[in-house]
Structures are given as structure tokens and as C-alpha cells.
């Protein structure tokens, strides 16, 4: 884990707008997975409680969802362009054990976001339209009984899947994010040290002052 690091300079990372939808976007996340983990087994149900019991629970879930989807639409629009994998991010990826090993220094110079993070991001969008086409295949009663029962049933499997494998990667976007000191901060409060910047994403640094001046 990095030290803390202290520098006058202050960058905008994310802005007001950013930081917001980001926001939305995690609270909605929290009470989709709670709401969806209380019906996806009887060992969690007792998590309906949170939401009034289990019919609305199953009635809040969907909207919820939804909600949770159309907020990262957003995001995902706004931070797709700067998620493009490129060579430098492949070479990024096979030096891995330098990632691991916090041997910065070795690594080719990244941008906005490091190769770790852009991956990230794609499989966030994958499984999030996994996530709302599913779901619409078995949302009762508006839905669900234009299809044959074999797709509903392969719809909630793979939903299901979707769900768990999603609640993994948001466990590792919020461990990645503590792990590298200052990330948090700049969710929070919008803006990083130069230091943070130079050290982590040396190409968004030069671009960003250079930007300025």
C-alpha cells in the first residue's frame, strides 16, 4: 500500500457532475445487490426486510435496477472515450508482476486511466447490459409472459451470474481504489495532488498541465 503523499498542488480529477452520478450510481449499486441477494437465495432473505419485506422487494428490484442502469449509461458514455485499450495498456497488462509488486517506475506512462482500470470498465458495461436485457426477459408481469419459459428460466440463470460477477468487480474497483491512496479522495472531493498525478498517471499529468497553461 502507497504512503501518504502531500503536495500543494491540487488537480480536478473528476468534477461536480462526475462525482454525482458516480454517487448515484453506488448508492443504487448497494440496494440493487442487497434487494437482489435477499431473492436470489432463501439463506438471504432476510434481507427483505430492508426494503419492507419480500413482495416489495420483488417489486422494488427491477426499478432499482433500472434506475442503477440508466445512471451508469451516463457514466459510461461520458468516460467510454477514455477507455480505449491501447498498446501501451497491452504492455501495461504483461507487466503485471510490476503492477503487483508496486514498481510504478517500470511501467509504461499512463493516462486517465491505467490498463487495470480501463478492463475494468468494459466488463462493468458488459455485465450491466447482461444485467437490463435479462432482467426484462423476466420482469413479471410486463414482460416475462411474451417469452417461452425455457428463455425466462436462462434469463434468470444468467442474470443471476451477471449479478455476482458484477458485485466481485465493484469488491475490487472499491479495494483498488483504497489500495492506491488518493484515488478515494478524488471521488470525494474531486481533485489529486500533482504528486498523486506525476506517479500514477504521468501521460494524464502532462496533459492536464499542459492543458492549463
Not at 451516463?74 to 509488486?101: C, I, P, T, Y
Not at 510504478?104 to 437490463?132: C, T
Not at 491512496?181 to 481533485?191: E, L, N, P, T, Y
Request: charged share 15%; net charge positive.
Amino acid at each position: 500500500m502507497h504512503e501518504p503523499i502531500e503536495t500543494t498542488e491540487r488537480i480536478e480529477r473528476y468534477g461536480k457532475n462526475e462525482r454525482t452520478n458516480h454517487w448515484l450510481v453506488a448508492i443504487c449499486f448497494v440496494l440493487a445487490a442487497l434487494s437482489g441477494l435477499a431473492l436470489l437465495h432463501p439463506a438471504m432473505f432476510w434481507l427483505t426486510g430492508l426494503f419492507g419485506g419480500g413482495p416489495w422487494t420483488r417489486i422494488l428490484h427491477p426499478f432499482i435496477g433500472l434506475a442503477m442502469a440508466l445512471g451508469f449509461l451516463f457514466l459510461a458514455l461520458h468516460f467510454a472515450g477514455e477507455n480505449h485499450v491501447n498498446e501501451s495498456d497491452k504492455q501495461w497488462m504483461r507487466q503485471w508482476r510490476d503492477v503487483v509488486d508496486n514498481r510504478e517506475d517500470r511501467l509504461p506512462e499512463v493516462g486517465r486511466y491505467n490498463a487495470g482500470q480501463k478492463v475494468l470498465f468494459w466488463a462493468l458495461v458488459i455485465l450491466m447490459l447482461i444485467l437490463v436485457v435479462t432482467g426484462f426477459m423476466f420482469w413479471r408481469p410486463w414482460f416475462a409472459h411474451l417469452l417461452p419459459i425455457w428463455a425466462v428460466r436462462g434469463a434468470t440463470l444468467l442474470h443471476s451470474i451477471a449479478a455476482v460477477l458484477l458485485i466481485i468487480c465493484i469488491i475490487v474497483h472499491v479495494y483498488a481504489a483504497i489500495w492506491v491512496k488518493g484515488s478515494m479522495r478524488a471521488m470525494m472531493q474531486g481533485w489529486v495532488s500533482g504528486r498523486w498525478a506525476r506517479r500514477h498517471h504521468a501521460a494524464w499529468y502532462r496533459q492536464v498541465t499542459k492543458d492549463r497553461s
